[in-house]
């Protein structure tokens, strides 16, 4: 069978990323992300992972602890418009969108901050290195917010960025997509 947008976009960051490395979940949610990034980086490796609910950092700090990889994974519990403060390079930077699954579903990603993080993280990308941001846009902020990442990612200067989008074409009900953002210097 084809691969669903979370296979790919794991994919594409397997592909290009190397054990040591530092990268980035923006979207910690129950951790399936951050613990893939975490055996990715392997025990040199470095993760940073953000939330802001306190239920999903709880959540996955249990599940990186079962699987024994807490150690490489540093946990903020804020947003990730705070990207913008760090001062490092990263392989791969990974946004699933929308609500925690399980959770509040009012509290979601939103338009604005998501633009900015995603600006904040294209800047600490390193050259080869890529972004995955899954959009779900089943719910009403998920739309408006949907328009705004298409947007900005379809700006995005060709010379310096490549930007993917999969999708199935034929789903019912607001299929999810993957937009991929690699670097190219
Ligand atoms: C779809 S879930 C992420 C799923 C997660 N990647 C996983 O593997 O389970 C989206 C998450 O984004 C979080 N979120 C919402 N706004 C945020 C923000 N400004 N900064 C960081 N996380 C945010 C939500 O609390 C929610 O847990």
């Known amino acids: 069978m084809l691969p669903n947008v979370l296979e790919v976009a794991r994919r594409l960051i397997i592909e290009r990323v190397s054990a040591g490395e ?3 979940d ?3 949610g129950n951790g399936n992300d951050t613990l893939f990034l975490a055996r990715l980086v392997g025990e040199s490796g470095h993760v940073i992972a ?4 306190p239920e999903a ?26 990207m913008g403060q760090l001062d490092l390079e990263a392989g791969a930077i990974m ?9 509040n579903k009012e509290i979601t990603t939103q338009a604005a901050t998501t633009i900015q993080a995603i600006e904040a993280g294209l800047e600490r990308l390193r050259p080869g290195g890529i972004m995955t941001i899954v959009v779900y ?5 998920g739309q408006i917010e949907k328009e705004a990442v298409e947007k900005y990612c379809t700006e995005l200067d ?11 074409v034929n789903q019912q009900n607001q299929a999810p997509f993957l937009l991929a953002i690699e670097r190219r210097k």
């Open 158 to 168: 060709q010379t310096s960025f490549l930007v993917l989008k999969y999708q199935y």
């Open 22 to 24: 530092t990268v980035i």
């Open 50 to 53: 953000y939330d802001i609910q």
């Open 137 to 141: 846009w089943g719910h009403p902020a």
């Open 57 to 82: 950092m709880a959540k996955t700090k249990a599940r990186l602890e079962r699987e024994g990889v807490l150690d490489r994974v540093e946990m903020r519990l804020a947003s990730h418009v705070e």
């Open 95 to 103: 946004f699933n969108l929308g609500y925690l699954p399980g959770g």
């Open 26 to 28: 923006a979207t910690m």
